[in-house]
């Protein structure tokens, strides 16, 4: 019904920088809050950075200042620029958009399938 799919996980030197994207498709009506959420190993998924659909953002107190969330509603896609990356952001990252796929319906939450992001030391 809706698709997530992203891109730009990768491995990277502590102190560099990375890009994540994700494009949402499908049966979309209109678009809520989109984000990116990450689970490291051992632990709970948690919000990283979140943004609304009017491009409001909100970051984890641990993310501010370094990683910034965009979105563009006219292509349904939200991005991730990470920067002065530590080892404490290896994780996988999972993108999220809150959905509505038709009128007079409420909306759900829809997630990627995951991209890794490994940062060494």
């Known amino acids: 019904q809706v698709q997530l799919v992203e891109s730009g996980g990768g491995l990277v030197q502590a102190g560099g920088s990375l890009r994540l994207s994700c494009a949402a498709s499908?049966?979309?009506?209109?678009?809520?809050?989109m984000g990116w959420y990450r689970q490291a190993p051992g632990k709970q998924r948690e919000k990283a950075a979140t943004?609304?659909?009017?491009?409001?953002?909100n970051y984890a107190d641990s993310v501010k200042g370094r990683f910034t969330i965009s979105r563009d509603n006219a292509k349904n896609t939200v991005t991730l620029q990470m920067n002065s990356l530590k080892p404490e952001d290896t994780a996988v990252y999972y993108c999220?958009?809150?959905?509505?796929?038709?009128?007079?319906?409420?909306?759900?939450?829809?997630w990627g399938q995951g991209t890794q992001v490994t940062v060494s030391s």
């Open positions: 943004i609304t659909s009017g491009g409001s953002p």
């Open positions: 499908g049966s979309i009506f209109s678009i809520n809050t």
């Open positions: 999220n958009a809150v959905v509505r796929t038709a009128p007079s319906i409420g909306s759900r939450d829809y």
